[in-house]
Every structure is written in C-alpha cells, then in structure tokens.
C-alpha cells in the first residue's frame, strides 16, 4: 500500500497569514493527488484535484502543486472559515489512501 | 443538486451484520463509479471499497474483504454496503462518496452513517 505522510500533523495560524501543509507519498503517484477540508461532524469537502486543479466552487485562496512523492496544500491568506483539519488523498493505486490529516488551529 | 445520503447505522454485537445503504439524487446514479470511506471519530478516513458504475466489478481494502459486499442497484439509484462478521475495530462513521472517472477523487460526500460495534 502506498503511505501517504502530512506535516504538520497540526499548524497554529492567525487570520491573513499564508500556510502550507505538504503531504509525501512512499512512491510515486504521479499528479493522482486530491485534498479535503474536513470540519467537525461534517463530510470532507474537495478542495484540490490532480495535484494542483481546484474544485468549482473552492476559492482561489487555496492552491495545490508537486509530482512524483511531494505534493503541498497551499492557503495565501488564512479566512475564519479555513479553520479546519485537512487531508490529501492518492487515487493512484488501490487501495487509495489518506495522510493521517492537518489541523489547522487559530493561533 | 446533487445529494447523497446514507442510512443503515446502527449498534450492532461482534460478529453480527449490517446493510448500509446510500441514496443517490440530483445525477446519473449509473454513469457513476461509487466508493465507500470509514472515519473511526477523531481519526482519519479509510477508503473502504468502491464498485463500478454497472456494478460488475468491485474492490475492497484488504481490512474487509471477505467481510464486505459492495453492490449497488441502478434501478433504485442506490449503494449498499453488506457489512458480515463485524469487529469492534469496524465502529465508524461510513461516508458513500462519488467517483469521478475510473480512477479518482470525490468530489460529493454522503453526511456519514455511524455503525458501532459493541457488546
């Protein structure tokens, strides 16, 4: 099974600031990467698709790049509803698997 | 608008079975391949299994297979989940999701139906 590996496992940050959270396969998968925002008792929610095409709908604060085994989540400037945990996805491979996930705290 | 929404959880003993169902609106139910994800609360999601969009082909992650059934009816525009031999390790909040292409990403989630398992 391909391991997908986030860090950090948790981020502080304030409003308006920019974060990054990077997600390691433990092969290569290409560009198969997706990411999700997940808030508490609530479903994940595509943000990011094919490693770096985002979803309609997701604002374009947010922003996807890597190949090959490292791939990052980006968010250019930090909005109140952001706060949340996120995760990355490889459908390269079956079984796809998840990162463990990113919480994203207000600092 | 495109809705999914699962029903079917419940508290169930060791060893015992339940059928998750997933009821699809708002798209072509059939043109679609489905997948099945598990959360055990506070923790991260598991892809479980996922069917293809005829129903004549399935796939399982290693944790269930044996255990599981993926199927889905067209007709009704529903996805079940047959869950046998159930293990305490097997409580989780099973979320349907929607397939795009034929290997993927889903981009629609069901809310989650919550299966325990305990004595």
């Known amino acids: 099974d391909i391991q997908m590996t986030q860090s950090p496992s948790t981020l502080s940050a304030s409003v308006g600031d920019r974060v990054t959270i990077t997600c390691r396969a433990s092969?290569?998968?290409?560009?198969?990467l997706a990411w999700y925002q997940q808030k508490p008792g609530k479903a994940p929610n595509l943000l990011i698709y094919?490693?770096?095409s985002l979803e309609s709908g997701v604002p374009s604060r947010f922003s996807g790049s890597g190949s090959g085994t490292e791939f990052t989540l980006t968010i250019s400037s930090l909005q109140p509803d952001d706060f949340a945990t996120y995760y990355c996805?490889?459908?390269?491979?079956?079984?796809?698997?998840f990162g463990q996930g990113t919480k994203l705290e207000i600092k | 608008e495109v809705q999914l929404v699962e029903s079917g959880g419940g508290l169930v003993q060791p060893g015992g079975s339940l059928r998750l169902s997933c009821a699809a609106s708002?798209?072509?139910?059939?043109?679609?391949?489905m997948h099945w994800v598990r959360q055990v609360p506070g923790k991260g999601l598991v892809w479980v299994s996922r069917?293809?969009?005829?129903?004549?082909?399935?796939t399982y992650a290693d944790s269930v297979k044996g255990r599981f059934t993926i199927s889905r009816d067209n007709a009704k525009n529903t996805l079940y989940l047959q869950l046998n031999s159930l293990r305490a390790e097997d409580t989780a909040v099973y979320y349907c999701?929607?397939?795009?292409?034929?290997?993927?990403?889903?981009?629609?989630w069901g809310q989650g139906t919550l299966a325990t398992v305990s004595s």
């Open positions: 996805q490889q459908y390269n491979n079956y079984p796809y698997t």
């Open positions: 092969q290569s998968i290409s560009r198969w």
């Open positions: 094919k490693a770096s």
């Open positions: 708002g798209f072509t139910f059939s043109k679609y391949w």
């Open positions: 069917v293809n969009s005829d129903g004549s082909d399935t």
């Open positions: 999701g929607r397939g795009v292409g034929t290997s993927s990403f889903f981009d629609y």
